[in-house]
């Protein structure tokens, strides 16, 4: 896929930005060309991966015919004399005479020969012989019921849950290939920055450094405490031997801040000095305007990413949900991440010729959005009640009762949406 040419270092406007929907597909495009490789591991350590094979039985399911419930299994047409019992685990005589029973268990295997399963509420039992009518419907389930040997049950690119791993387990797999989780790193920038206490005396609380790392694991990605660094001097050789250490281990480096052109931004000219090719460099879309997505080919050939968020705490997370999403979704070897939709509960304005990602509470029963309150760029008390973004598209405003795309907040690994 063509990348734009990085622009001379400063010029942060030196090409218009992407539209928010094209940013996203461009980002999810280079994710996938450059998959993770497979690996495999134990199911114990697959929750929150992703299928790097498709899911297959390596035997019918069931493999052999197993009760469904506590009763007897018997031939012919009674009364049945008990010959014996068979209990889950356990591999039964045939049953060759009839008029005879096993007593069985629900999950033992059905005996070759039984006719019928006679459930033991239904049943009566008198000096050795065993009397009922059973059901019409067979009380045990037959071999292949749930699928057949070699059967295909999930694709390749299906997201990893305790659901799967049982399905897995049942199928008789003990390790899957999975795609590796990718490795993460962030870096804080700006020397007005605290990293304990109260703000005071012009320098705020970096809310990043702690946050994104956060979001990242609930994307799927390893980010140890030493892969968050900062804040990083407001030096370019400073900027520069950060992001190239981080490289050096990382798929993806997030960087917060410096994506402008202000006197001590200097994300661009250090993305120059390391040969980055520009994916996206700014995206129509607001809050979040100054965000970016690079990309470098290390000398092993492997390619690395950085994402720019902006400094603004809510724009950076804007930044997270609309190029980090979608990248790491291709890295992983998923589908593009489809958007939910939900009916306006109350109007949203546009935001002229960019997209608006406005912070929403979603009311799941009816169906609803409604937009939280205190959303500046700066500000993360909305987004702490919030459950996602409602998408305003360019030139539009949201109207109540219109029906929106929904962004939603990532979920930690093996979660569902409810």
Known sequence: MSTETAPTAGRVDALPPAG??????????VGLAAALPAVARPLVDIDGSTLAEPLTTRTDLPAFPTSSVDGWAVRGDGPWRVVGRVL??????????????????????VPEGATAVLRVEESTSTDGLVSGVPRRTPEWRQPGEEAYADEELLPVGTPVDPAVIGL??????????????????LLVFGDELLTAGPPAAGRVRDALGPAVP?????????????????????????????LRSALADADLVCTTGGTMNGPVDHLHPTLEALGA?????????????????????????????????????????????????????????????????????E????????????????????????????????????LAGADGFAVIRPGTSGEPGDRVPIVPLPLLPGERAS
């Open 20 to 29: 928010w929907e094209e940013a996203r597909s461009r980002v999810y495009a």
């Open 88 to 109: 889950a685990g356990s591999t039964p005589a045939p049953l060759t005479e009839d008029d005879t029973t096993v007593e069985i268990a629900t999950g033992a295997m």
């Open 214 to 242: 956060a979001w990242l694991r609930r994307y799927g990605c390893q980010v140890r405490p030493s892969d968050v660094v900062g804040p990083v001097a407001d030096t370019l050789p400073a900027h520069v031997a950060a």
């Open 347 to 382: 109007a949203v304005p546009g935001r002229g010729d960019h997209t608006h990602l406005a912070l929403v509470r979603l009311d799941r029963a009816a169906g609803t959005a409604s937009p939280v309150r205190h959303v500046g760029s700066a500000m993360l008390r909305g």
């Open 277 to 345: 090719d520009y994916v996206v460099n700014t995206v129509a879309v607001r809050p979040g305007f100054p965000m970016l997505l690079a990309r470098l080919t290390g000398e092993d050939g492997r390619v690395r990413f950085v994402a720019g968020l902006p400094g603004n705490p809510q724009s950076a997370i804007v930044a997270l949900v609309s190029l980090v999403a979608p990248l790491l979704a291709g890295l992983q070897g998923r589908s593009m991440p489809v958007l939910p939709q939900a009916t306006l509960a």
């Open 168 to 185: 897995a387990a049942s199928c008789g797999h003990d390790t899957l290939r999975v795609r590796r989780a990718p490795r993460a790193a």
